[in-house]
């Protein structure tokens, strides 16, 4: 008997594996500083004040990218994002 995807045991390894890889090379196409920044949000142990004050400066800086006004550029246009990290 063939085994098709639908009877393999380990299809649910096989899709998480599949699923992480499309997350992933969707994350890497995005735009890079702002992904940066997020990281780097998210690992602080900053109180609540100081999270909203670095928030503000991290959306200042994504702001003035060249990715920023590539990303509005592409969704005006409807076409997908080129990103180049600046």
């Known amino acids: 008997m063939k085994r098709t995807p639908a009877r393999t045991p380990n299809r ?3 899709l998480a594996t599949v699923l992480v890889i499309s997350a992933l090379v969707l994350v890497a196409s995005g735009p ?3 992904l940066s920044l997020t990281k780097r949000l ?3 142990e900053a109180g609540f ?3 909203i004050e670095d928030e503000a400066r991290a959306q200042h800086i994504c702001f003035t990218t060249k990715d920023m006004a590539e990303g509005i550029a592409s969704f005006l246009e409807r076409r997908e994002p080129k990103f180049t990290g600046q």
């Open 42 to 44: 998210l690992d602080s």
């Open 32 to 34: 890079t500083a702002a």
């Open 12 to 14: 649910g390894r096989w």
């Open 49 to 51: 004040e100081e999270a």
